[in-house]
């Protein structure tokens, strides 16, 4: 079964504005009903949207488009630990940032070099390697 392509977005305040990063995951392929946002710090992962994407959506197989690594967090440890659960959930992630695959040096979370879909986005997964 194919899994399903998430997006996440977050900015810090209410008043700022989630147009330019969800217009990016669209881009990508993401729909738009599958764009998960929150308007909260990213200090820890006591958010609402994305504890909802992480427990309640996200299943095995599936795809989190993310536009930069900071919209997960501000704290690299923790953006780590998360990265590291959601490849033990199956969970591949991408980040549009760079349009390549991270990496965390020695640490590497990720096992596989891959490219997802004909987008041509390379991103690291939870061991499958997807074909373009």
Partial sequence: MEGR????ARVSSKEQNLDRQIEALKARGVNERDIITDK???????????NSLKEQLLRKGDILVIKELDRLGRNYTQI????????DMGVDVASLANNHAL???TEALLDSFTTFDDAGIPYVGAGETKER
């Fill in 5 to 8: 392509m998430y997006g996440y």
């Fill in 40 to 50: 909260k710090s990213g200090k820890d992962f006591n958010r609402e949207g994305y």
């Fill in 80 to 87: 780590k630990d998360e990265w590291r659960e959601l490849q």
């Fill in 103 to 105: 990496d965390f040096g």
